[in-house]
């Protein structure tokens, strides 16, 4: 099966909701047709997102918007069982059985006024999670045409394959960026790559401009000098880094900045010179490579 097509760049909106920049359905519609406007199509949502709210007011503010279904990509997650108002948990955990599985997707369609979900995805790993009872659960929406793709979210490649045996993975989100490399060097995007999957990568800007550390410091005062010589700003830059690795990583931004949604495509169309490729990931581990 073919997968999906994600825009190259993902508009996540993990903070659209009372998590953070609290939107209101007009300002949330506004984002949608802003992102849409810029080539972003693709919007990444999680049941969990606002305490379980984000996905419903996204729904209310996509349908306001009058943007035909089939021009847009969304992409949900479930597993993470939250302590919550609207759920009755005691323990925050993870649920994997095939009903929740089931359960949740349905509520996600529900929330975001669709019938099928481009992508839908497992949060995060758990390990009472029985790979035959989540293939079966995936096989049965996939045939039931309420989601195209299936992936999984901070999976580790032993995890991916012990789901791989029972069904397709086609995407696996991970935390991958200037500043949080590890996948690039610990084997898990070469994986990807040799079993036909695509990563999407959450926070692709890294800890660049949330802390003030050494490795901050070195890669600012790296981006200044090629700010200057690319005439693109920083956060271009970086997506540009994550961008260029061969695994076809996606990168998921999460800004609600006009500005700045308008100038993430740019990142798709920037190549850097290899050596500066080179000297962000250097600056960023604090010695040059081996």
Partial sequence: MTKSTLSPIIAGTMNWGVWDKNLNQKEMENMIHICFENKITTFDHADIYGSYTTEADFGKAFHSSKISREKIQLISKCGIQMIAE?????????????AHIIKS??????????????VFLLHRPSPLMQAEEIAEAVEQLKSEGKIKDFGLSNFTTSQTDLIRQKTTVSYNQVQFSATN???MVDGSLDY????????????PLGSVFREDI???????????????KYHLGSDTLLLSWVLQHPAKVIPIAGTVNVARIQSLHKAVALKLDKEDWFAIWSESMGNEVP
């Fill in 86 to 98: 609207n759920r009755n948990n005691k323990v925050k955990h993870y649920d994997y059985s095939k």
């Fill in 105 to 118: 997707v349905e509520q996600s369609l529900s929330n975001l006024k669709t019938d099928y979900l481009d």
């Fill in 181 to 183: 490399y590890e996948p």
């Fill in 192 to 203: 990807m790559q040799i079993n036909n999957i695509r990563p999407m990568s959450w926070n």
């Fill in 214 to 228: 050494p490795q901050t410091r070195r890669l600012k005062k790296l981006l200044a000098t090629l700010v200057s």
